[in-house]
């Protein structure tokens, strides 16, 4: 998995400042190494592919979900036979 940015945790990815992030996508991820007991939705610049700083923390996979669906992500991509073990899927 590459590095990622220091995480700034949002309560909601509602909060996502579209100026900062204009073509946001999420990625849910289960179990991380820097949050080993839970999920954690990272908001990736879609422009370039490249993490943000910004994510949501959640206890589940579902809880990542309905957040994401709340804030306006409508494509969820199941995760590619490549990816880390630990991502769940994709959101645009």
């Known amino acids: 998995m590459q590095e990622l940015p220091k995480n700034k945790v949002l309560s ?16 849910i991820y289960k179990n991380p190494t ?11 610049d879609a ?3 490249r993490p943000t700083s910004l994510c949501i923390l959640r206890k589940t996979v579902q809880e990542c979900r309905e957040d994401v669906e709340k804030s306006g992500f409508r494509v969820k991509f199941p995760r590619a036979a490549v990816d880390d073990k630990c991502i769940v899927e994709s959101w645009v």
């Not at 909601?12 to 073509?23: A, Q």
């Not at 007991?37 to 990736?44: E, I």
């Open 12 to 27: 909601s990815l509602k909060d996502i400042d579209r100026r900062v992030v204009p073509l946001p996508m999420v990625v």
């Open 47 to 49: 422009k370039t592919g």
């Open 34 to 44: 820097d949050f080993p007991k839970g999920c954690v939705a990272r908001v990736f």
